[in-house]
């Protein structure tokens, strides 16, 4: 018989090898030697933690009760694995882009940070979580009492009490070392997750290794356990579809909002392609957990006598055949269960606690007292999380210790999965339901709590240790239809369906109700866009890498959230610390991140990475619901925005009439400028046709000087002409005058026609087309056409001040027009000038080498205007740059 | 009493009428077309007269006319000032900044040939 010192020698080696594990895997970690840590196969592994003390046990005492039912406990996860493996990945893709620590964490996240919605989760969790560790507890503690009670001790409730003590202590240091080394962004436990591992092909082998030993050994071979199988009641069909149904839901539902199992899905989730082989290799591992369930609670009813425990069949079975060193092996895999889900969930339920409750409330009283923030708030974070490790475990003892360690802890299993699965509604909503909000959130959850505390939490610690006898069979203060087993008069259900059923009934009514009447704050709507859509928004990096937004833009920002003074204060700090002169400091990911912390403070860690992504453009919202929170905020701040748009347009008004008073002091500078001008222009050719007349008149000379006298009174005559032509078009297009010609013409043979007349002949303009482009037809009368690419190619070569002057012209369809550019590689024109070239009577004062008096522009712009078109500058284009936009069929003078 | 005219003028048909006529009278005409560099070609070599031009390239006869008022060299040369600009205030501006005459144009060619001589011969 093996003693049971040897046995405690063996958990304690157990303990210490795990131990090592995880100590070595944490180290590999910390050293960056990540690798095969992150296997999908670790991963899958780390989920058997569903597989608790009460499944590795319980299963098969459930089946010796119950038959198939047990069944359901595995089919519900098997299905959310094969049938709903996109959800889940959408889960892992939301805990991972915002960085959810928790369960409590995530519902909180999604309808903007509530921090009342944090601490109901987190309630919610650890009422029904706490059951679930007594049962951890006591199971180990009894395995314990099995062996004890086999080697001829006599076991008392004050060993047992003992024990589990131990074990409880055991498991908070064990976790306090492990969970909560350091302190990690993501919450990751690399150690942890690889002892969990190990500890589930402990277990897997375990109950495989005593159904191997049960159908070979001690049946005789499969045959003959099937024969035996038939012969016993277990297969019988004994239960409602009704029941079926709502176990198969339960403990699909659990699966997904145990803490525990939230954590180690979404939490501890290193790549969410590890999903790909859990779903497969996930419903492998619990159809393996399940194969010897029946067998082993088959041949443990045969076996032993009559009243035996059957939750114990697993360890007593091997036993009552001597095989002891089965029964070790068999007792380790309980051991592990139990010790896996409890460390998980201790991890999973501090982080809330200490997150949600504690350091919420440690940071109000440090404000209440005055005291300055210190940057130090990390031990502050892992005290908090260590206290509330041991805080759950105690918990979880005093729970066992009041249950009396009874059989009322058995059936708590199911009450426990009801009481988490309260927070499904909240989270697939919060996942699924851009209208969900937190006030529905909470309403339901708040809902779904009271009512599963009343009709299966408080009658399950037995009749009148807290509901009394009378409100149980006629409803509290008489009220009938409140029994809790009977709400609203519906009687006859099996209670943990009537449980379910209501409870889940009302909280997603109150979910549903409360969210479409109530309007979620911009906070809100921005956080379920980044829930809803996390597909279309999220990035695997989290770190700020591209540096693209500009300081100002941050700034201004920043200013809007925390205020200026603290804002300027930030910024200017930044700046001096990087030793830069001026307010605003290089925008460094650092200091990113740094602004991002302070801003979380006021709006939130997500809505802080979203905005500052906006701008950063590294991640973040799309286009779409920035519009939606923008609408939002508009709708709120109504009032405010209106104020806003009239001082807005206020503004506008006086800047347009501050621009219109500076274009008309140009135009009238313009116009003296002109008088001086069209002046100047008029009286040179009229000084040489004067000038050289009196010489002619005056002097004797040779005939070849008198011809040549001649000629430039000839020509100076000619460019009079053409000044005064020049004043008459415009004329006579601005009173529209003018006769159009419709026609219809090749563009490339129109350029031609203007370049050729535009007298290019010298070379000293080069000219750089597009054949291709220009091979258009086009409707308009061409002849004005012509005379305004002439004077734009003419302007070209006369002002075109680079070494080798070039002109580009480029031809683009666009709609029903051509835009014609023209190009050139000169200085261009000043900012300031551009808009006034176009203006009649202008001419930059600065390019006095001009033949005409400053009239071709304004004449091109009003031909284009009779066209149909039009003519501007185009600002930055390394040059003098104009588009002429020219309608492909022109309609006519009449057709405007 | 030297004889060395310099005109500083954009207008080529101009140069030319100019350049005739005072040529015809005796005289030695440069000639100078920029404005920004017509300071320094005074410099180079200082005429006795100069005539200059309002609405030059690079820069404004008044300004060159302002930069010889106040150069040791140049501030004694006579200046005379012939612009197409005829406004009142032009000349006032040009009489005011040390002008020694101003003259628009149109200009009949003897009138410009007598006050040239006047200037020469003060």
Redesign the interface.
């Given at each position: 018989m093996v003693s049971f010192n040897i046995l405690i020698a063996v958990a304690l080696t157990y303990v210490a090898a795990l131990f090592t594990v995880a100590f070595i895997a944490e180290r590999r970690a910390s050293a960056g030697h990540v690798g095969w840590l992150q296997s999908p196969i670790i991963y899958t592994l780390s989920l058997s933690i569903y597989c608790t003390a009460w499944t590795f046990y319980g299963a098969v005492g459930y089946a010796a009760r119950s038959g198939l039912e047990f069944v359901t406990i595995y089919l519900g996860p098997t299905l959310v694995m094969i049938g709903w493996w996109w959800g889940l990945r959408k889960l892992v893709r939301i805990g991972r882009s915002q960085r959810i620590t928790s369960i409590a964490d995530l519902i909180s996240s999604r309808f903007g940070k509530s921090t009342v919605l944090g601490v109901i989760v987190t309630v919610i969790a650890v009422v029904a979580a706490t059951p679930y560790i007594a049962l951890q507890l006591q199971s180990v503690t009894l395995s314990f009492a099995v062996f004890g009670q086999a080697g001829g001790q006599d076991w008392q409730d004050k060993d047992l009490n003992a024990a589990a003590i131990w074990v409880a202590v055991g498991l908070a240091v064990f976790t306090v070392l492990f969970g909560t080394r350091n302190l990690d962004a993501n919450e990751r436990h690399h150690g942890i997750v690889m002892a969990i591992a190990v500890e589930a092909v402990v277990k897997l082998l375990a109950l495989l290794a005593v159904g191997v030993f049960v159908v070979w050994g001690v049946a005789g071979g499969p045959a003959a356990m099937l024969v035996r199988i038939d012969a016993s009641d277990i297969t019988l069909w004994q239960q409602s579809g009704g029941r079926w149904v709502s176990l198969i839901f339960l403990s699909a539902a659990a699966f997904l909002c145990l803490p525990r199992m939230f954590q180690v899905l979404v939490v501890e989730n290193a790549d969410e392609r590890h999903l790909n082989v859990a779903s497969w290799a996930f419903p492998l591992y619990l159809f393996l957990m399940s194969l010897f369930v029946v067998p082993i609670a088959v041949v443990g009813l045969d076996l032993l006598p009559p009243g035996s425990n059957p939750d114990l069949f697993v360890l007593t079975v091997p036993l009552s055949q001597g095989r002891e060193g089965l029964a070790m092996l068999s007792f380790l895999g309980g051991f592990s269960s139990a010790t896996s889900m409890v460390i998980v969930a201790t991890i999973a339920l501090a982080t809330m606690v200490s997150n949600h409750i504690v350091v919420p409330l440690w940071l109000h009283l440090q404000a209440d007292k005055g005291a300055v923030m210190s940057g130090d708030v990390r031990h502050v974070i892992l005290l908090a999380r260590r206290l509330s490790i041991a805080g759950v475990l105690a918990l979880g003892f005093v729970y066992y210790r009041l249950s009396g360690g009874g059989t009322a802890l058995a059936a708590i299993g199911l009450v426990s999965f009801t009481g988490a699965v309260q927070i499904l509604p909240a989270m697939l909503g919060g996942i699924f339901w851009r209208g969900a909000t937190r006030i529905g959130a909470a309403l339901g959850l708040l809902t779904g709590l009271v009512v599963w505390l009343w009709t299966l939490f408080l009658p399950s610690f037995g009749l009148d240790a807290v509901i009394s006898q009378t409100a149980m069979d006629a409803g509290p203060f008489g009220l009938h239809w409140l029994r809790p087993e009977a709400l609203f008069g519906i009687i006859g259900m099996d209670p943990l369906v009537h449980g379910v059923m209501w409870s889940m009934l009302l909280n997603s009514g109150m979910f549903i109700l409360g969210s479409l009447l109530s309007f979620p704050t911009p906070v809100e709507r921005l956080q379920g866009a980044q829930f809803v859509n996390v597909f279309e928004h999220s990035t695997a990096a989290r770190a700020w890498t591209t540096t693209s937004a500009g300081a100002e833009d941050l700034l201004i920002m920043a200013q809007r959230i925390i205020g200026s003074a603290e804002a300027q204060a930030i910024f200017q700090a930044e700046a001096v610390r990087q030793g830069k002169s001026g307010y605003l400091p290089e925008v460094t990911p650092e200091f990113v991140a740094r602004l991002e912390r302070q801003l979380a403070g006021s709006v939130g860690a997500a809505t802080a990475h979203a905005m500052v992504g906006q701008l950063i453009g590294g991640s973040g919202v799309s286009v779409e619901d920035l519009i939606a929170v923008a609408d939002e905020a508009a709708q709120i701040l109504e009032y405010s925005s209106q104020l806003e748009a009239k001082s807005a347009e206020q503004a506008r008004t006086a800047s347009a009439l501050r621009d219109a008073n500076e274009k008309l002091t140009a135009l009238s500078i313009q116009k003296d400028a002109f008088l001086s001008q069209i002046s100047h222009e008029l009286r040179t050719p009229m000084t040489s046709i004067r000038s050289f007349s009196e010489i002619l008149r005056d002097a004797d000379m040779s005939p070849q000087e008198q011809e040549r006298y001649a000629g430039i009174i000839h020509d100076e005559a000619i460019r009079l002409t053409r000044l005064l032509d020049d004043l008459l078009d415009l004329a006579v297009l601005e009173n529209g005058q003018v006769t159009l010609h419709r026609q219809t013409g090749n563009l490339a043979g129109l350029l031609d026609r203007a370049l050729d007349a535009a007298g290019l002949h010298d070379g000293a303009l080069e000219i750089v087309r597009q054949p291709a482009a220009e091979a258009v037809m086009l409707t308009s009368d061409l002849d004005r056409l012509a005379q305004v690419f002439i004077n734009l190619i003419a302007n070209a070569r006369k002002y075109c001040d680079a070494d080798r002057p070039k002109l580009k012209i480029s031809v683009r369809a666009k709609g029903d027009a051509y835009h014609i550019d023209f190009v050139d590689n000169g200085s261009g024109i000043f900012p300031e000038n551009q808009q006034l070239i176009f203006e009649k009577f202008s001419r930059v004062a600065d390019q006095s080498k001009a033949g005409g008096a400053g009239l071709g522009l304004a004449i091109c712009r009003e031909i284009m205007h009779r066209l149909g078109g039009d003519i501007s500058y185009l600002p930055g284009q390394y040059g003098a740059a104009f588009r002429v936009v020219v309608p492909k069929i022109w309609p006519g003078p009449g057709g405007r | 009493m030297g004889n060395r005219v310099l005109l500083i003028e954009?207008?080529p048909?101009?140069i030319?009428?100019?350049s005739?006529?005072l040529s015809?009278d005796g005289l030695t005409v440069h000639t100078h077309e920029d404005g920004q560099t017509a300071m320094a070609k005074v410099l180079a070599l200082p005429p006795d007269l100069i005539i200059l031009d309002v609405?030059?390239?690079g820069r404004s006869g008044f300004d060159i006319l302002r930069d010889l008022r106040v150069n040791d060299v140049t501030k004694a040369i006579p200046v005379m000032m012939l612009t197409?600009?005829?406004?009142a205030k032009d000349r006032e501006l040009a009489l005011r900044l040390g002008a020694s005459h101003f003259m628009?144009?149109?200009?009949?060619?003897?009138e410009v040939r007598d006050n040239v001589r006047n200037l020469m011969g003060a």
């Open positions: - | 954009d207008e048909n101009i030319e009428a100019i005739f006529i015809r609405m030059l390239p197409a600009r005829g406004q628009t144009k149109p200009f009949s060619n003897a």
